[in-house]
């Protein structure tokens, strides 16, 4: 049974950090791509960053470039989102998405609210 599930969400203010977290169980992790994402109440889903098999590649969507990190470590199975300078249009619930060739799976998410 596949499980991704994220932590590390939670309320912060303008400015501030959070460090997201996703555990992945029941997939050969080392061979899936990984992905975050976010979704706003009333918006559509959208890609924050995305991280290769291997770690060798990254991209952002470009509103958190220089903001926010991805990175994984395929010994314990895990996936990390670093976001720093948070700011208000950042909140959303994230959710993380392990994907490789046709298949794909997604956690429960976690919400993230930035307010002041």
């Known amino acids: 049974q596949v499980q991704l599930v994220e932590s590390g969400g939670g309320a912060v203010q303008p400015g501030g950090s959070l460090r997201l977290s996703c555990a992945a169980s029941?997939?050969?992790?080392?061979?899936?791509?990984m992905s975050w994402y976010r979704q706003a109440p009333g918006l559509k889903r959208e890609m924050v960053a995305s991280?290769?098999?291997?770690?060798?590649?990254?991209e952002y969507l470009d509103s958190v470039k220089g903001r926010f990190t991805i990175s994984r470590d395929n010994t314990k199975e895990m996936v990390y989102l670093e976001m720093n300078n948070l700011k208000a249009e950042d909140t959303a619930v994230y959710y993380c998405?392990?994907?490789?060739?046709?298949?794909?799976?997604w956690g429960q998410g976690t919400q993230v609210t930035v307010s002041s």
């Open positions: 998405k392990a994907y490789h060739l046709g298949s794909s799976y």
């Open positions: 029941g997939i050969t992790f080392s061979i899936h791509g």
């Open positions: 991280i290769a098999s291997n770690g060798a590649f990254t």
